[in-house]
């Protein structure tokens, strides 16, 4: 059972926006999506390395008893 389909005359919904964007065209004539990629590319290793350092379970528990030291209360 063959079905007729139709494009939308205009996609009003976001996920027709999405699906009816021309990824392409952008990707070869704007700088800007070609940057993008290859900076999340370049700064994945950076980021990675400060957040395997900062939680670890020692720097975890250094903070775990700056707030809870800053937690108490002040006027008894």
Do not use: C
Request: net charge positive; charged share 25%; hydrophobic share 40%.
């Amino acid at each position: 059972m063959e079905v007729e389909r139709k494009h939308m005359k205009y996609p009003y919904t976001f996920t027709a926006k999405l699906a009816r964007f021309p990824y392409k065209f952008h990707w070869d004539n704007f700088w800007l999506p070609r940057f993008l990629v290859g900076s999340m590319i370049l700064t994945f290793p950076f980021f990675l390395f400060v957040h395997r350092k900062v939680n670890t379970p020692e720097n975890k528990a250094v903070w775990a008893e700056k707030h809870k030291n800053e937690r108490q209360y002040h006027f008894h």
